[in-house]
Structure formats: C-alpha cells, structure tokens
C-alpha cells in the first residue's frame, strides 16, 4: 500500500477530489476538513491515502487526507465496530473541527457534546465513546498540551441560542467553534453568543 501521493489537482468537490500523477488521475474520496484546506485547481498537492476494498468485488475505493493525523483519526474511526469507511470519514467531517472537544467528550462519556456540538446521531455517539473509550490516548491529536477544557454545557446552550436567533445550526456551530479558540474558557453561553455574533 503506498503512503501518499503527489500530484496536480484536477477537480474538487467537498466530499472527493481527482488527483493526476503521471498521467494518471486518482479518484479520491475525503473528508470535510481536507476539502476546506485544499489549494486551487491545477496545484501540486499531497494527499496521505488509504485503501479499501469496496465490497460486492467492485475494485478498491481510494481515500485521502491532507495530513498523516487525520488518516490516523480516520483509521482509529473505521476499527470501530460497525462503522465502515464511509461512516468514518462522516464522523470524521464532523469532528475535524475542534478535535480537542471531541477529545473530552470521549474521554468524559459526553454523549451531549457529540450530538449537539457535533450533530452526530446518539447512536453513534454511544458506539463512539464505547468504541473509543481504550483508544483516545494512542491518537496523536489528542495530547493533553493541546486540549483546552471548557463547560460543554455553555458551548451547548451558546449554539441553541445562536439557532434561536434564527442561524442555521452549522452556522452556530461554525462561530461558537470559532469564537472558542480565543476566548477565555470559563466564558458563560451569553458572552459565547456576544463573540459569536459578532463572527457571524
């Protein structure tokens, strides 16, 4: 299996890509987080893949990610039970966000913060913290020197607020998220929702 591949990027949607290399073109599948932080059409990139075997003997399917983190977080994600690669990589959209809370859910059992920070289903919030529960550590991603912590419950009640107001919820999510990564951590939902209007 190779590691990487380097090439010219021809096309680019928010959910594959297609990659040329020697004259051949890659269909590639990735995750939200990767398509945000792809460069223009016809630029050289370098995208970290996996394969898999697709099933019903249909040939492999080709993911790609920007960096080796997230196609760890991708990988960690399909060893759990039931979640093919398909469903890692739309977790794995999900998530790319704000890492470092999805580190704490996991870790505190939060199964709110997953479905309302993240939009998961609880469903797949109880697979993740059972799934994930022995595994959190081994993530690069997931050092304690980059995990802030902070009242989910605020982040919570900021983002109902912002929908209240009438944002759409990915738009609430965007700017509590956003907002977050500079403010002080024992901020209250109100001074949350102040900062982020102020985003939006």
């Known amino acids: 299996m190779f590691d990487f591949l380097r090439g010219r990027l021809e096309d680019k949607e928010t959910d594959r890509i297609v990659v040329e290399a020697q ?51 991708f990988l960690i994600l399909r060893s759990i039970s039931k979640i093919g690669a398909r469903g890692a990589l739309e977790i794995l959209s999900k998530i790319s966000k704000s890492f470092a809370d999805f580190r704490k859910a996991i870790v505190t059992r939060n199964t709110q913060v997953l479905t309302g920070l993240f939009g998961l289903t609880r469903k797949t919030a109880d697979k993740l913290v059972l799934g994930l529960k022995d595994k959190i550590e081994i993530l690069s991603f997931a050092g304690k020197e980059r995990f ?39 901020a209250q939902a109100e001074e949350i929702i102040k900062q982020a209007l102020k985003y939006l």
């Open 23 to 73: 004259g051949v073109g890659y269909k590639i599948s990735i995750p939200l987080s990767t398509y945000e932080k792809l460069p223009s059409l016809g630029t050289e990139v370098k995208i970290y893949t996996w394969v898999s075997a697709s099933m019903y003997g249909k040939g492999n399917a080709l993911y790609g990610f920007l960096t080796p983190q997230e196609r760890e977080v």
């Open 148 to 186: 802030v912590a902070r009242n989910e419950q605020e982040i919570t009640d900021a983002i109902s607020g912002l929908v209240a107001l009438g944002y759409k919820v990915s738009q609430a999510k965007e700017a509590v998220n956003s907002v977050c990564e500079t403010i002080d951590k024992d």
